[in-house]
């Protein structure tokens, strides 16, 4: 079934349809939530939050794109009102890796000098990323590590697409500065 059949399921209150929902887009909400804040706890309670909202919201949704879409808006605004509200700028500053790169990276590094090579690399691209601006960071996430489109990027982050590309490229020039030094 389509993210769309889905939601219109559980915007009918139906609760399996809405587990089945929270199984497909749980994972890749909670990757991109760690990617911006850096903190597994904070992204997982974040996630939950926002899957909460989801189902709140659910009886006024409307199938005018796509559902990924839809909820990586909801928790992109979630991620700015939590760090707003508590007044912590270090969580929208952290280092944006997925979870899976973090347990890869220590992995490696128990393992032989060569993966303790690329762990380090690996964390200097993290120490990069997160030394963007939270602007400049959403775009790099949602485009670059999330892999969506120029288009699905700008509806996510509210901006025209030109913006998404200025952006893309500001950010692509600060990672490969930020990396030489």
Request: aromatic share 8%.
């Amino acid at each position: 079934m389509d993210g769309r059949a889905l939601m219109a399921r559980v915007r009918d209150g139906d609760r399996q349809a809405f587990e089945a929902l929270y199984s497909r887009y749980g994972s890749p909400v909670m990757r991109f939530l760690f990617r911006l804040c850096g903190e597994r706890a904070l992204a997982e309670d974040l996630t939950q939050d926002v899957f909460l909202k989801v189902w709140r919201a659910a009886p006024g949704w409307k199938p005018l794109g796509r559902v990924s879409t839809w909820l990586f808006q909801i928790a992109k605004h979630h991620w700015w009102n939590e760090a707003a509200k508590r007044g912590r700028r270090a969580h929208l500053e952290g280092p944006p890796v997925s979870p899976d790169d973090a347990t890869a990276a220590d992995a490696a590094s128990e393992r032989a000098p060569e993966h303790l090579a690329r762990a380090e690399a690996a964390q200097a691209v993290a120490a990069a990323v997160a030394a963007l601006s939270p602007k400049l960071r959403l775009v790099f996430v949602l485009l670059r590590l999330e892999g969506l489109s120029l288009v699905e990027t700008a509806e996510i982050a509210g901006i025209p697409v030109g913006t998404v590309k200025s952006r893309a490229a500001a950010a692509e020039a600060a990672l490969r500065k930020h990396l030489r030094q």
